[in-house]
């Protein structure tokens, strides 16, 4: 047995429910693959080939793991290879449960909440392999709004039996970047409170879970602690992301004066020189509020969400302000820079997010101006097709992104989704039935595209709805699709129905 692994009383930590559920792991190894016995809350590794790879590969799987619901980490184990021995010594000599714990906190941010146990003499009994060693892992579902990442900046989703990409931190985050020169005292009360306010409604933690208002800017990573040389006061390093969020007035208009959002429309050009919690107020923190007043047609949840991705996803190295034009035909968003490298406007839905301002973004889900990683741009597209809108419109350049939403849109195809609402809830479908309601016909090529989906996927969904009488090919090798025409008639009657009876009630659930 290799000296660091010797049975030491790690286990007697584990609780009674965790023991026997790593025994019954370890007696199901005995007779099956790794692969039958993995999990969406199971993962077994090997040995890797040096440490660093076991080290790195540990910390990739219980970030992984954490981001959904935590889980059970097995190392040591071999996975399919039945040419070596399933289970075996570890072969590096520096390894213990302290050193797993230790590589994981060291990698991870923040630290995943991770218990290492040596599983060695559990599995000696249960194999009868008396040199086995092999090390368990028991991770905790992330507390943590933005979920964890690698040191890296790569973070990890469990997705059935695999680790699929969350979203990707550009290491090259300046909003967590201290100010030079700013102070606590630059930062606005009334915006903070506000945001322990929206806090609590979001999260439900309490406002008195914090001391002070300083204390939430501490806890939730906006402001950094430090004694200076031969103080014992602390001082507080105040970050870009609380100066951007909270900044007064004048503090931004020293420190950071591009940030300014202008907002244009017929009657008006207005300059809102403030901070991003109180520019979200003032544009869209109520129904009252200037740009819902202005756009009654577009959801507000999608002004909200396309408003927050120009504050938290806009390049704060080119000095332009965010242009907003709110008119009676469209409503046309313009932030700063185009998007961050390996994105596309054309792939946004389903693509594995990147943030160039991590802490900023985690910022705005802290403070609930917007939802959890990876949703946004989908509920934009869903909120705008089911009130009947036209598709959003991405546009990327080198120096702008903007997103545009067209106020004119098709009544009956809104109200056919309401009563439909039961039986139509997968965006997909919804996607395919705008985008054909509006021609005669697609090709397969045009559908993928505008469903952002790839052959496969999108073969699957037409083939599910040519079943359900949606949609039909134009030939048998399905290259051109159209609506089923009794479909096109029942949209486009769709306010006729008390007086017309298109049969469609045991296909999509009649609610009348």
């Not at 941010?109 to 090390?135: L, W």
């Not at 596309?344 to 101006?369: M, Q």
Request: contains cysteine; charged residues 25%.
């Amino acid at each position: 047995m290799h000296p660091k692994m010797s049975p030491t009383a790690q286990c007697s930590a584990i609780n009674r429910d965790q023991q026997e559920f790593l025994e019954a792991v370890l007696v199901q190894l005995c007779t099956q693959p790794s692969s039958v016995i993995e999990s969406e809350t199971i993962e077994i590794k090997n040995w890797c080939s040096d440490e660093k790879q076991l080290g790195d590969k540990a910390s990739e799987v219980s970030v992984c793991l954490a981001n959904l619901k935590g889980g059970l980490i097995l190392l040591g184990i071999e996975n399919e290879d039945y040419k070596r021995q399933k289970f075996s010594p570890c072969p590096h000599r520096n390894v213990s449960a302290e050193w797993i714990v230790r590589r994981i906190q060291d990698n991870t941010v923040p630290p995943v909440e991770v218990s290492a146990f040596n599983a060695s003499e559990a599995i000696q009994r249960i194999t009868g392999n008396t040199t086995a060693n092999c090390f368990a892992l028991f991770v905790a579902k992330s507390r943590h709004v933005g979920g964890h990442q690698t040191i890296g900046g790569l973070s990890k989703i469990r997705s059935g039996k695999e680790c699929r990409p969350y979203y990707v931190a550009a290491q090259d985050d300046r909003s967590k970047a201290p100010v030079a020169g700013a102070a606590v005292s630059d930062l606005a009360i009334t915006s903070v409170e506000w945001g322990m306010s929206q806090h609590e409604k979001k999260f439900g933690v309490s406002k008195s879970s914090w001391e002070s208002s300083t204390d939430f800017l501490l806890k939730l990573g906006f402001i950094e602690q430090y004694l200076a040389e031969g103080e014992f006061l602390p001082h507080y390093r105040v970050t870009l992301a609380a100066l951007l969020l909270f900044g007064k007035e004048s503090v931004l208009q020293r420190e950071f004066p591009s940030s300014e959002t202008i907002l244009i429309t017929p009657l008006e050009t207005r300059h809102l020189r403030v901070n991003i919690v109180e520019s979200f107020r003032q544009l869209c923190g109520s129904r009252s509020s200037l740009l819902p007043s202005i756009l009654t047609s577009v959801p507000t949840k999608c002004i909200k969400e396309l408003l927050v991705n120009a504050f938290v996803h806009r390049s704060y190295r080119h000095n332009s302000p965010i242009v907003i034009h709110a008119t009676e035909s469209e409503l046309r968003i313009e932030s700063p820079g185009g998007l961050s490298s390996g994105l596309s406007a054309d792939s946004l839905i389903y693509c594995t997010p990147t943030y160039r301002n991590f802490l900023l973004a985690e910022g705005a889900r802290y403070l609930g101006l917007c939802d959890k990683i990876g949703k946004g741009i989908d509920e934009v597209y869903d909120g705008v097709l089911q009130n009947g809108l036209g598709f959003p419109v991405f546009e990327n350049r080198q120096d702008q992104f903007s997103a545009c939403i067209s106020i004119s849109g098709c009544k009956e195809f809104k109200e056919f989704l309401g009563r439909r609402s039961q039986s139509l809830n997968k965006l997909d479908e919804i996607i395919v039935l705008r985008y054909l309601y509006d021609r005669e016909k697609a090709s397969f090529n045009e559908l993928c595209t505008v469903m952002q989906r790839g052959h496969q996927f999108c073969h699957r969904v037409l083939s599910e709805m040519f079943q359900k009488n949606m949609v039909e090919p134009l030939s048998s090798l399905n290259l051109e699709w159209r609506l089923f025409p009794v479909l096109r008639t029942d949209i486009e009657r769709i306010f006729e129905q008390d007086q017309y009876n298109f049969g469609f009630s045991d296909l999509y659930g009649d609610e009348r």
